[in-house]
């Protein structure tokens, strides 16, 4: 737990370094490098008790590993997870090296989507560690490779590529078929966001929590999935505090960027009305656009997700968002005063629900006590 700790102290500090000195584009890699790296050693290295899923995916690979790769399969894993794990075996690597591959792929793929989009580097990997997204990749790593792929699909939504986004999101699905939910995110951002239509959505959102039990049946039924899931502890929501703070916490980042407008691009001044309009299909959707809509989203699903703690699931294809659109909707707000108390709020807040979790509730991630692996081997 300490170690954990430590780490986000570590990046609170880079943030305060970030901010007094400007990084130089040249230095920008090796910054990134020196931030991920012991992130990298942690999740690569842990062994098969860190974590709450861990095992299971160790069991896992050890069956799919033995199979031949065209052969049926007996676990009940998506089929693009399937082959990724028959590819690894197939180059003679046992579970570690597999461990170690997809803990590479996770950590390059978030550290390319910090660096390419984010304008605070440390804020971001902050946010990374006391949100538990850290924890989330030594758990759930299988859904963390869909979003993995996920995340290059930026630039389809922002240049209006359907059928290259489309090509993303079913690869994602392939792993984690609840990725499909991701489709979502193109078509809102495309379709020019305003105040009413944002409130809209969200009694949308409410409306179908409402309705929530009968949704589920019809989605269990038209997709065959997860009807084992209806009896247990997803499906039934136990009063877990954790859902209303996380749509606390969701609420407040949107309402930030909601009152502040923060969705229209401070980019393009030019009214699109005084465009031409052969010009007009070439236009790129702003980033604020799109972390707007993903954050609006995260709001929409945690609000449909008072009926059941799994659908927490899906807010995450959402949620990952947060590392960029935090340090993009604080460095918005023009003034000073205000952009410093929100800045303190959030680095605050986010570093105190750590610690609570940390200390009274760590069975959710069960990251610690850690373990390396060849201890636990031996």
């Not at 230095?27 to 290295?45: E, G, R, S």
Request: with cysteine; net charge positive.
């Amino acid at each position: 737990m300490i170690l954990y700790i430590g780490l986000s102290i570590f990046y609170l500090l880079c943030i305060i370094q970030e901010k007094m000195w400007k990084i130089k584009k040249s230095n920008k890699k090796i910054y990134i490098f020196l931030l991920v790296f012991p992130l990298f050693i942690l999740a690569a290295f842990r062994a098969p008790s860190v974590g709450n899923d861990t095992l299971n995916y160790y069991k896992s690979y050890l069956t799919v590993s033995q199979e031949a790769f065209f052969s049926p399969t007996q676990s009940r894993m998506e089929i693009g997870y399937i082959y990724y794990m028959r590819i690894i075996a197939l180059l003679g690597f046992g579970y570690l090296g597999f461990q170690i591959i997809t803990s590479a792929i996770l950590l390059f793929s978030i550290s390319r989507f910090i660096y390419k989009y984010s304008t605070n580097i440390a804020f971001s990997f902050f946010i990374f560690m006391t949100t538990r997204m850290f924890f989330g990749i030594m758990n759930i790593s299988r859904q963390y490779l869909a979003i993995a792929v996920l995340l290059f699909s930026i630039e389809c939504i922002r240049n209006k590529k359907l059928f290259k986004f489309s090509l993303f999101v079913l690869i994602a699905t392939s792993i984690h078929f609840t990725a499909i939910f991701f489709f979502t995110a193109y078509f809102i951002a495309n379709s020019k966001l305003n105040e009413k239509r944002s409130i809209l959505l969200i009694m949308t959102g409410i409306f179908c929590g409402l309705l929530f039990d009968r949704i589920v049946l019809i989605f269990v039924s038209v997709t065959g999935r997860y009807s084992g899931y209806l009896e247990g502890r997803y499906f039934n929501f136990e009063g877990n505090i954790a859902i209303y703070i996380n749509l606390l916490i969701n609420l407040i980042f949107f309402s930030v960027a909601f009152f502040t407008k923060y969705w229209i691009s401070r980019e393009h001044t030019k009214p699109i009305d005084q465009i031409s309009t052969s010009n007009k299909a070439n236009i790129r959707l702003p980033y604020e656009t799109i972390w707007y809509t993903l954050c609006l989203l995260t709001l929409i699903v945690s609000i449909v997700g008072l009926n059941a703690t799994i659908l927490s699931r899906i807010e995450m294809y959402f949620s990952v968002f947060f590392l960029v659109f935090i340090p993009s909707v604080i460095r918005s707000i023009k003034s000073k005063e205000i952009r410093t108390i929100i800045s303190l709020g959030i680095v605050v807040g986010l570093f105190a629900s750590f610690v609570v979790v940390m200390v009274y509730r760590p069975h959710w991630n069960t990251v610690f006590p850690y373990q390396w692996y060849w201890d636990w081997i031996s």
